[in-house]
């Protein structure tokens, strides 16, 4: 959030409000051990994000990535802050091996966020194939959120 | 193992739907590239999820074990897929308790073996089943949580401690077959008994010499023949009155434990009767399976709540023996046992009655009324165990936290005097 309020470019209140508004709602979230609190406070910082990037300049934005990962640890850290507490897992092995996995997920994400970023800067004009890519996308991702609701 | 989805995948989900559709409607590619880590965690996460099989085994180190004391328990479990995270939780009925932790936490690779140990603490008597097991394993990124129940129960048979008796009553009428109690009646044996005259027959052995020396003429010892005894006991499971984890139904067991062991190391032989909703008995016998018996019988005593008048009658001939002594455990609350032991009585029996009473179990009321409510129902039960008394019929009042060997006592003096009353 603050990384995204040093490059607000004119728009810090704005965006102050924003990222102001996804804090409580996180500490919210954390207290009361709510998932569904999570992951509206997760999404008001990516929101920030897209204010930022909707008052800003048409350039492509080269902090993404560094942003993505940093959204992505914010996820993982809070998901792991509200799971039930089990006596075992603050054995060095477990924490290590967990932090492990977070930080590559983390790094991972932050390269295939910067791909994304390149994908969208080639100079490649649209056509039939791109729709169509996008619409598989687009079906792709209606196809895990039904999944999801399928298995609750 | 049953899959389901756990809220951080639905919240992934939507997250990256979210920024993709924001993405388009914005027309800025960095949305997109922000949503793009959360898509792939999803997409690597559920790549690489795989349901986790896993086996396991049970052990317990006893199948019987006393009140109070410990009873090792292993579980072994063994992963033919990788499991990093697996949660494991042993159900232990009410009744065992473990100092372990109840949940505990584990990774296996594929092969590999854990072993738990569970030191559990046989808090309460009964008959348990023990070694329901829930596993729950989580995939690598949380994103799925994986479920199964494995029933590996053994049987675990925890027997109530009871205590430790000197002296018991005894029943005014002896057995055929041998044993350590000496009867009214005069035969071979070791007891003394009396002196007679020498007739002729009498083994020399018998002579006493030192009375004869007196005397002037031949006097031999008499001596009791060593018998057993047939005792029957009979609880009362109509009803009890229960304060937290103790229950009047729980002193009689353990107080009937308790008689059953000492009278069968006396040689006697011993029956049951548990009288209530569901009628349960064992017929007399003696010897250490018939302990067992007693004890295995003990755990099943339960209470069944049962409106169906029920007397004597239902009861097998054989469960009451003749001369057999009849020791009533019951807190007096039902009208049912109350009168089956009084219709035994009439019927003849050598009967005594401990009360289990209740009175420790109930709280009396803080209103004037409740307070008069409770001093009649003390006053209602005086007058119960004097009409027994009149019958003859020696009841004792045994609290909590009194032994029971001050109870029985108590009885043996009253059956002393009634003895006397009756020649």
Sequence with gaps: MAGTLLRGGGHEPLLLVVGGLALPVLLGGLVLRWSAALAVGVALLGAQQAVRLALGPD????????????????????????????????QPWQATRRVGTVLLACAGGSMVSAVVLVAAGVPISGGFGLELAGVAAATGALGVVAWVARSH | MSRSATPKLGAYAALAAAGLLAALVLGRPELAALAAPFALALVVGLSLAETPRVRGIFEL?????????????????????PVPRLEVLVDLPDGLESEAPSLQVLGLAPGERAELELPLHCAHW???RVGRVFLRAHDRFGLL????????????KVYPRGEALRR???????????????PRSRGEGIEFADLRPFVPGDRVRRVN?????????????????????????????????RDGGTSTLDLAVEAAGSLAGH????????????????LNWLTVSTGVVQLYRVLDSLLDAEIF???????????????????????????????????????LRARGFDLAVVEISPVPFVEPGKGELDDLAYRLWLLRRDALRSSYLQLGVPVVEWRRDAPLQAALEEVRTFRRHARVTRA
């Design chain 2, 126 to 128: 009964g008959a348990y």
């Design chain 2, 263 to 278: 009278y069968i190391r006396e040689k006697d032989r011993v029956g049951l009767v548990a009288f209530g909703g569901v």
């Design chain 2, 305 to 343: 709540l049962s409106y169906a008048w029920k007397d004597i009658d239902i009861l097998p001939v054989r469960t009451l023996p003749p001369h057999a002594l009849v020791l009533a455990l019951t807190p007096l609350l039902d009208e049912r046992s109350v009168r089956a032991l009084v219709d």
């Design chain 1, 59 to 90: 350039s492509p934005d080269s902090w993404t990535p560094l942003s993505a990962g940093a959204l992505l640890l914010t996820a993982e850290l809070v998901w792991w802050s509200v799971e039930p507490r089990v006596p075992a897992w603050s």
């Design chain 2, 168 to 182: 018991v009553l005894r029943p005014f009428e002896t057995q055929v077959f041998a044993g350590n109690q000496p």
């Design chain 2, 61 to 81: 180190g006893t199948e019987r074990q006393v009140e109070g004391e410990p009873v090792e328990a292993w579980l072994e479990l063994e992963a033919e897929t």
């Design chain 2, 209 to 241: 010499w030192r009375a004869t020396a007196r005397r002037g003429e031949p006097w031999v010892n008499e001596t009791h023949p060593e018998r057993n005894t047939d005792v029957v006991i009979f609880l009362d499971t109509f009803a009890e009155a």
């Design chain 2, 145 to 156: 949580v994986f479920e199964e129940t494995l029933d590996l129960r053994r049987p675990l």
